[in-house]
């Protein structure tokens, strides 16, 4: 029996990119979740383009068009299950769909692209979720995504909970082909990029350098602004600590001839202290205080707007559904 795609599409052509945010969305809800309740499941809304000419790929027949699903935003979906059933709440997912398509949130030309849990991805009924995104979408199996994050929750010695970062996996529908009859359909791994937008990247750095700040020396976040290999914010914030002990190394310099002067050792050159007097004149009077306020008060900004984005859309699912029941 040969694990094939059912529409040519295997891992190798198949890539999905996920922005930060969602990730931290689908965190965010599992642990507000019953105690009850195993896993959370979800929509992801995003957009799927061919990396590749389709044109030039279809002139050859044993080749298949690379495709990327990038996903920018998800909800939330009500459901129930047991260990062989499921039963997802249809009219909202419709409805949350229609909203989020209709005020443009989550951008423009974006559907639903796949799914998400927590939890469970070797469940039977995981394979019924997955189909029943790909009817909604109106795509086969293996051209939606579901996206697995399985949240790392332990407890210490003194039953402090300790939360490590997560574990990623995107996948797709693939079928268990015996000659032309289709046997069976499952999940399997497909490749994941989790890349911010140019926004979220500029709120992370704020994030990151707010905690790094309020971080000692000697802590975890420390010593990663004084390392060199990083990338992303950290790697921005370890640039901006080395061009200020430059900086700090010219003011030393500079302190060390003033004195020279003011002590008689060498004699005042009138263009370095005009250089210097114009260059006093430019700066602006910036204390730690003032700066830490600027950055805090620019991420609370970015939060509140995020927040009410999303309470707007809660607000008017409720609204539709309040208007059924009146109905």
């Known amino acids: 029996m040969d694990l094939v795609p059912i529409a040519g599409v295997s891992a190798q052509t198949l ?3 996920v922005s930060p945010t969602i990730i931290l969305e689908i965190l965010e809800q599992f642990y507000l979740k019953k105690p009850d309740q195993g896993r959370i499941i979800g929509a992801l809304l995003g957009n799927a383009r061919a990396l590749d000419d389709e044109r030039l790929v279809g002139a050859d027949p044993n080749a298949a068009v690379r495709r990327c699903i990038e996903v920018w935003g998800s909800f939330l ?3 129930s299950e047991s260990d062989t059933q499921v039963a997802l709440d249809i009219d909202y997912f419709r409805q949350m769909r229609a909203v989020c398509l209709q ?3 989550a951008g423009p030309s974006i559907d639903v692209v796949g799914w998400y849990t927590t939890g469970g991805i070797d469940n039977p009924t995981s394979m019924v979720i997955h189909e029943f995104f790909a009817r909604q979408c109106g795509a086969p199996v293996d051209q939606i995504v579901c996206l697995f994050v399985r949240p790392d929750v332990r407890e210490d010695l003194d039953g402090k909970r ?3 970062p997560p574990l990623l996996q995107a996948y797709s529908g693939f079928a268990s082909v015996l000659g032309r009859q289709n046997m069976s359909t499952d999940l399997e ?7 911010p937008s140019e926004a979220e990247r500029f709120m992370l750095d704020g994030v990151v350098r707010t905690l790094i700040a309020r971080a000692g020396p000697n802590t975890t976040l420390g010593r990663m602004a004084r390392s060199a290999p990083l990338g992303g914010a950290t790697h921005e914030l370890v640039n901006l600590t080395r061009s200020l002990r430059k900086m700090t190394d010219s003011l030393d310099i500079i302190l060390e001839y003033v004195r020279d002067v003011l002590t008689g050792e060498h004699a005042g050159d009138p263009q370095v202290l005009e250089i210097l007097s114009l260059l006093q004149s430019d700066l602006n009077e910036c204390n730690d205080a003032a700066l ?3 950055v805090e008060t620019n991420l609370k900004d970015q939060l509140m707007i995020l927040y009410l984005s999303r309470l707007t859309s809660a607000n008017l699912v409720l609204g539709e559904r309040l208007l059924t029941l009146e109905k």
């Open 15 to 17: 890539h999905v990119r």
């Open 77 to 79: 979906v009500p459901h």
């Open 103 to 105: 005020d443009g949130s």
């Open 162 to 164: 300790l939360i490590y």
């Open 189 to 195: 791994p497909v490749p994941l990029e989790v890349l």
């Open 292 to 294: 830490m306020r600027a």
